[in-house]
Each structure stands twice: as structure tokens, then as C-alpha cells.
């Protein structure tokens, strides 16, 4: 197992459960799409950190759950993904579920951005939520209980 899968917050206090779980699954599914685990860094974060974030560097002035900034080379995935903690919880609301299984999902969300998967498009969003729930189906028990 790497150490290159690393939690950080930015002005929240939300704690990630089950790291080292956590860590296997998301390697696991990188494998699974046939690359490698680079440096890859989770920063959870405010929605107003994050909405900053979106409008300085990608000039959108919209909210939004993830964001995935790609330094990926070749085969091996790199990057840091931005976790909007309250736009993750009102999103655990309005779909009715567990804020762990919600954090699960943008995590994973952006792991398929660094493995070259895009949502622009509405056949790309489905193969996006399709790939979601197939490695949301494959988390060990555990982590789905966190």
C-alpha cells in the first residue's frame, strides 16, 4: 500500500474514517482502470474555498461538491482533489444518503477525472455515474459502514 494518497483539511473539521481502507480502495480502482498510483492529495474544504478555487482557476462561478486539478503523466495519476464538505452534505441530503457513501462518490468522482474520464456531455455523465456506483459496489464493508 502507498503513501501517496493523502488527506488534508482547509478550514473544516471533517475527519476522514478508515484511511487505510480507504487508501487500498482507491488504489484499487486506479488498478482497475490500468494506471498507477501517483501523488494524490484530497483536500477537504469549505464551499466558499472551493467556490474561490472554481472561479480563479477554472472561471466558473458556480458551486460545486469536487474539484480535480490533473498532474498526471502518462500511466501514472497524480493530482489534488478539492472536497466541498457542505455541498457534500446537502448532496446526502437531497439523494438520501449516508454523507460517507457521498463523500465516497466525489472522491472516487474525481479519481476517474486523473484516470481521463470527463461529464461535459450527457452520455459522458452517465459512463461517469455508471463507473461511480461500480466502484462504490466494490468498497470493502468496512468502509462502507464508516
Not at 493523502?6 to 478508515?18: L, M, Y
Amino acid at each position: 500500500m502507498s503513501n501517496k494518497i493523502n488527506f488534508f483539511n482547509e478550514g473544516v473539521s471533517t475527519t476522514i474514517k478508515q484511511k487505510i481502507l480507504l487508501r487500498k480502495w482507491i488504489e484499487q480502482s486506479i488498478q482497475a482502470e490500468d494506471f498507477n498510483t501517483g501523488n494524490i492529495n484530497f483536500i477537504l474544504c469549505s464551499d466558499q474555498y472551493l467556490h474561490e478555487m472554481n472561479v480563479k482557476y477554472l472561471d466558473h462561478d458556480t458551486l460545486t461538491d469536487v474539484i480535480t486539478f490533473d498532474y498526471s503523466e502518462g500511466k501514472t495519476i497524480s493530482g489534488d482533489i478539492f472536497l466541498g464538505v457542505e455541498t457534500i452534505e446537502d448532496n446526502s441530503n437531497t439523494f438520501s444518503r449516508e454523507f460517507v457513501d457521498e463523500l465516497h462518490r466525489v472522491i472516487i468522482h474525481g479519481v476517474l477525472h486523473l484516470c481521463k474520464y470527463n461529464d461535459k456531455t450527457k452520455n459522458e455523465k452517465e459512463i461517469m455515474t455508471k463507473m461511480e456506483n461500480t466502484y462504490l459496489s466494490l468498497r470493502p464493508y468496512k468502509l462502507r459502514s464508516s
